[in-house]
């Protein structure tokens, strides 16, 4: 198939591109680079520089490309920022994403796959996070991802736009040639690999007081290779449906550290502060429906093998795509 990336200059996206490419698609690249990377993009594909906020730009390209599905990646992602600035979350998870979807149905395109996030479930009534439970977000983040989920299902039953919502908490690990490299960094295993490195004198651990086995938060930790065939697995859905995505267990923080320190070999200093607000000590997400009805498995289903491949990429790439 033809399929057109947006946002495939990022952490997901680049090796969504990379895995599209080893299986023969071919892929075009839109992206603005205000979070990605140019090196990022796959020398085998096409590249497009252009804005999802200008809806002119958008339609222009996939006009010209002609493809036959669109993978969205391209949002912002910060809890935290989207609390400072909401603003900016439902103007470009919502309000850009919309010019994305008008542009697909002026150039006839109806397979759609969608990037989206367990934080539209907000604190969960229980764990593992399935499709059945509601979605009450916390933040403007989630809220935008849940918004974009909705008007996707009207675009479903008004315009039969076929879509696959993807939802997932913590993408982590490398492959040899893409890795993770936010310019601001705010995932746990990058930045404690970072700390291994010596480019961060010691790792913070924001709350040692939870209801979990060792007082720190557990989250479920997905390999991005497993993360992208679960995308690449979705062009083939024959209907419009939404997913929850993880590996079934999950790893607190302390787990996580300690397992860096034994791949990397480091001592990797940590410094315990107060709680974040809004963070649940527990978010797992179940995974039975996506591999039931898409026959969807994850291959690396322990921590340490993530982080051999996130640590094997960061020696590599010690300053990212910088270098």
Known sequence: MKIFVVGGAGYIGSIC???????GHEVVVFDNLSEGHRRAVDERAAFIGGDLSRYEEIARALQETKPEAVMHFAANALVGESMQNPSKYF???????LNLLDAMLHADVRKFVFSSTCATFGPPER???????????????GESKLMFEKILRWYDEIHQLRFVS????????ATEKFGEDHRLETHLIPNVLKAALGQKPHVEIYGTDYETPDGTCIRDYIH???LSRAHIL????????FYNLGTGGGSSVL??????RKVTGKKIPVIEKPRRPGDPPRLIAASE???????????????PAIIESAWSWHQKFPRGYED
Do not use: H, T
Request: charged content about 30%.
């Open 17 to 23: 591109v990379e895995l599209l490419l080893d299986e």
């Open 91 to 97: 103007r470009n998870n919502v309000s850009a994403g």
């Open 127 to 141: 764990v593992p996070i399935d499709e059945s439970l509601p979605q009450r977000p916390i933040n403007p983040y």
């Open 166 to 173: 993807l939802r997932y908490f913590n993408a982590a690990g």
């Open 224 to 226: 991005i290779l497993d």
């Open 234 to 241: 979705a062009l083939g859905a024959r209907e419009s449906a």
């Open 255 to 260: 787990e996580v550290i300690e397992a860096c």
């Open 289 to 303: 429906k996506i591999k039931r009805e898409l026959g969807w498995k994850p291959q690396f289903e322990n921590l």
